[in-house]
């Protein structure tokens, strides 16, 4: 087995494409085609990570945080960043990082979060926009089954989570006069030929667009194919920020915030006042989330749980909800387990080990 074959694998899952713009998953020291030994997961990869991964025989390491973020312009150990990379290159250790991607997908961290909490009837808090475009092709009358099971096929035509092969179809007919040296599938040269066609639009996600254009002109039977694609401006229901679910039964705020503090395993909650109300929905974001407060509060959430608030940031919950900050590592610690079950699910004789390292750099001093 390589490690392009994990790769490939993961991010049919969590598609690089739906990263961040300030991100850097993907596969940053290694070659795609080194056959893997062991997988070490991880959420941080850290030189202490790397000896891990040394002593425990793994030669691929996939963390959640990418270890390198911006451009390194040198490498001579002068920070811990630096020093991570070199120990992985001087031992032939693969890193890779899946971060925002995986947050951004159902099935993702925020899934895993809201899944340790029980909540029902999970969606994404905050849909990504501009992830969408539309295929129009013209197809003769004939062939418009077969172009329209490829471009299926291919994975043009889904629409939410629960339908699939979607199209609409229109009839009509289509002109055109082949020239010289042309060999038009029907028609004659020099002669305008008049063909019934049927007119295929489709939606897809656009990092998919080049494996759709493909099957589209492989099943076309016209030497030169008449389509479009156009952009949309719609949101992809499947992929964005956040999680919103609602508890199977209310809690009291104080039972949610016990509630919280033992499935995630939390030392500390730092919160907004308490509104005396009874919690039914409950917003999340893994890490860093405090861009999703205006979400949260539009989705009716009682609760929004998440990390990384700043002092006067906790001012804008405005008694609307309680803000609770669990603290970044404490939210996404669970992701590491998420990985790892998402590699063994898909290559169940790889021996996938979860890191004994604790990569969490705030500790808690209690006297």
């Known amino acids: 087995m390589k490690i392009k074959d994990i790769t490939t694998y993961l991010e049919q899952i969590a598609p690089l494409q739906y990263q961040e713009s300030y991100d850097n998953s993907g596969l940053l020291v290694g070659r795609g ?3 893997v030994r062991k997988v070490l997961v991880s959420l941080d990869c850290t030189e202490d990570v ?10 691929l390491i996939i963390s959640h945080h990418p270890i390198v973020f911006k451009g390194l312009k040198r490498f001579n150990g002068s920070n811990y960043i630096e020093r991570t990379v070199i120990k992985a290159i001087q031992h032939d ?9 995986l947050d951004a997908v159902l099935g993702g961290v925020n899934t895993k979060i809201s899944d340790k909490l029980g909540l029902q009837n999970q969606a994404i808090l905050a849909p990504k926009s501009d992830l969408l475009q539309k295929l129009v092709v013209f197809v003769p009358r004939a062939h418009v089954d077969s172009v329209r099971a490829a471009l299926f096929a291919a994975g043009a035509g889904d629409i939410g989570i629960h339908y699939e092969e979607c199209s609409f179809n229109s009839a009509g007919y289509g002109t055109f006069k082949a020239k010289p040296g042309a060999e038009p599938f029907v028609g004659e040269i020099g002669e305008q030929h008049r ?4 007119r295929i639009e489709v939606v897809f996600p656009k990092h998919q667009a080049r494996r759709i254009l ?10 030169e194919v008449a389509y479009q694609v156009t952009a949309l401006s719609n949101k992809l229901q499947e992929v964005g920020a956040g999680m919103i679910g609602n508890l199977p039964e209310p809690m009291s705020e104080l039972e949610f915030l016990a509630h919280l503090k033992k499935e995630l395993q939390v030392e500390v909650i730092r919160h907004t006042a308490l509104t005396g109300s009874k ?16 979400a949260a509060k539009a989705s009716g959430a009682d609760f929004f749980v998440t990390a990384d608030y700043k002092y006067h940031e906790f001012f804008d919950a405005e008694e609307q909800l309680v803000i609770a900050d669990i603290g970044h590592y404490e939210s996404e610690q669970f992701t590491q387990e998420l990985i790892q079950d998402l590699v063994k699910q898909k ?3 790889l021996e996938v080990l979860l890191t004994q390292v604790s990569t969490n750099p705030v500790h808690y001093y209690y006297s």
């Open 33 to 35: 085609n080194t056959e």
């Open 50 to 59: 790397v000896e891990e991964a040394i002593q425990r025989g793994c030669n």
């Open 93 to 101: 250790i693969a890193l890779y990082a899946i971060h925002t991607n």
């Open 195 to 198: 063909e019934e066609e049927t």
């Open 214 to 223: 493909v099957a589209m002109y492989e099943a076309h039977p016209y030497e």
């Open 279 to 294: 919690v039914t929905r409950v917003a999340v974001c893994g890490g860093s989330g405090g861009f999703l407060l205006d």
């Open 347 to 349: 290559f169940s004789e």
